[in-house]
Nanobody, 124 residues
Framework: QVQLVESGGGLVQAGGSLRVSCAAS????????MGWFRQAPGKAREFVAA????????YYADPGKGRFTISRDNAKNTVSLQMNSLKPEDTGVYYC?????????????????WGQGTQVTVSS
């Protein structure tokens, strides 16, 4: 099993940048495909970005394409999401999730492990 802890959330003005990170403990992160999801108040959780075990393949939901970058450092057991040109609609709780598979998926139900989330608030 793996335990995930997010950090790096906060309050930022529209147009600003923020980097959220996910630290893993327990089983090595290199065994897992990783994803970032977010949930805004009153809305369903949505997929943001994913990265495969090696970091060689990434995939982004349309809202984050060109603005967000997911990366991982398996030696440090961390996954990060760099968010640039932030918009108020990016506000939400950001969760990292791990999937015991080489590939990636946008489907949250296929991720077995979740962190507790970190709040990102973008003011207009």
């Amino acid at each position: 099993q793996v335990q995930l802890v997010e950090s790096g959330g906060g309050l930022v003005q529209a147009g600003g940048s923020l980097r959220v990170s996910c630290a893993a403990s327990g089983r090595a992160l290199s065994y897992y495909g990783m994803g970032w999801f977010r949930q805004a108040p009153g809305k369903a959780r949505e997929f943001v970005a994913a990265i495969d075990r090696s970091g060689g393949f990434t995939y982004y939901a349309d809202p984050g394409k060109g603005r967000f970058t997911i990366s991982r450092d398996n030696a440090k057991n961390t996954v990060s999401l760099q968010m640039n040109s932030l918009k108020p609609e990016d506000t939400g709780v950001y969760y990292c999730a791990a999937r015991d598979s080489y590939g990636i998926t946008v489907r949250g139900e296929l991720y077995s492990y979740w962190g507790q989330g970190t709040q990102v608030t973008v003011s207009s």
